[in-house]
């Protein structure tokens, strides 16, 4: 069973930074890509970010030029580092990983922007 561990949430003043962590217990290149999505309170869940097997990553347009996706091959891990947060990136975040027709989540780890 695959399983994907997210980190590093918390609370940050707007302006600020944080960087998760998604651990996954495969080799992430089994993987045609590894992404962030987040649901924010009363909303629905929403892509964040991406990147697949060959290093391409995608980005939503309100994270577009904030947020950047990585990747440590060596330790199967993919981060987001999240610059100049806004209240309104105040959500929980999911890290997921998909092959083909399957998708596996993550638990969620909680991002809350306030002041």
């Known amino acids: 069973q695959v399983q994907l561990v997210e980190s590093g949430g918390g609370l940050v003043q707007p302006g600020g930074s944080l960087k998760l962590s998604c651990a996954v217990s495969e080799n992430i290149f089994n993987f045609n890509a590894i992404s962030w999505h987040r649901r924010a309170p009363g909303k629905e869940r929403d892509f964040v970010a991406s990147?697949?097997?060959?290093?391409?990553?995608d980005y939503s347009d309100p994270v577009k030029g904030r947020f950047i996706i990585s990747r440590d091959n060596t330790k199967n891990t993919v981060y987001l580092q999240m610059n100049n947060l806004k209240s309104e990136d105040t959500a929980v975040y999911y890290c997921?990983?998909?092959?083909?027709?399957?998708?596996?989540w993550g638990q969620g780890t909680q991002v809350t922007v306030s002041s």
């Open positions: 990147i697949n097997v060959g290093g391409r990553m």
């Open positions: 997921s990983a998909n092959i083909l027709s399957r998708r596996y």
